[in-house]
């Protein structure tokens, strides 16, 4: 049964998915060139820029808060597909042949959010943007940690369930933001 969140989650992956497309159309896939660590600290870009704007109350630069939260879902997915494109060498590939990677890892994700959300309660609608914000970078701050380990880990989710944690926290807070209206 298509539950108020999985609509909602779809209406926000939509919209994400058809930027991505977009941008893909507008710059090929230049963002091959970036390994790892660098797309992480484009994340973590975007989600210092919305806790500063949170903490001073007001911004300079006129880029809405929900840009931030839409380029953090974008870029996580990047790299999750960069991952899943280690083994390919090409720097441009036609978004025919990644959209069935965004799918797949935004299918994944969303059974993630599914599984958490039941049983969670879904807990997140009671949380404030803030906290979840909190939240992704504390996330950006545990990748790092595992990239700076060589992405080995004793005891911990790897980075792919980091990146798919900090989707759902973005799309969470569309959600709340009313981005998917």
């Not at 911990?156 to 900090?166: F, H, L, V």
Request: aromatic letters at 10%; proline letters at 2%; glycine letters at 4%.
């Amino acid at each position: 049964m298509e539950t108020k969140t999985s609509n909602e989650y779809k209406q926000v992956i939509a919209r994400c998915k058809e930027l991505f497309r977009k941008k893909t159309l507008d710059y090929g896939t230049a963002w091959r060139i970036l390994r790892l660590p660098s797309i992480t600290d484009q994340i973590f870009i975007k989600a210092q820029r919305i806790r500063s704007i949170q903490e001073k109350g007001n911004q300079k630069v006129n880029d809405p808060i929900v840009d931030e939260f839409v380029g953090i879902i974008n870029y996580c997915l990047i790299a999750l597909m960069q991952i899943s494109l280690q083994e390919d060498e090409r720097l441009e590939i036609p978004f025919s042949e990644l959209e069935p990677l965004y799918d797949h890892w935004t299918a994944a994700t969303k059974g993630l959010l599914e599984n958490k959300n039941h049983d969670y309660g879904e807990a997140w609608r009671d949380m404030r943007v803030a906290s979840m914000t909190d939240i992704i970078l504390m996330k950006l701050f545990r990748v790092k940690q595992i990239e700076d380990n060589q992405g080995k880990t004793i005891v911990s989710e790897g980075i792919e369930a980091n990146y798919q944690d900090m989707i759902n926290y973005a799309v969470f807070c569309l959600i709340k933001l009313g981005y998917h209206e």
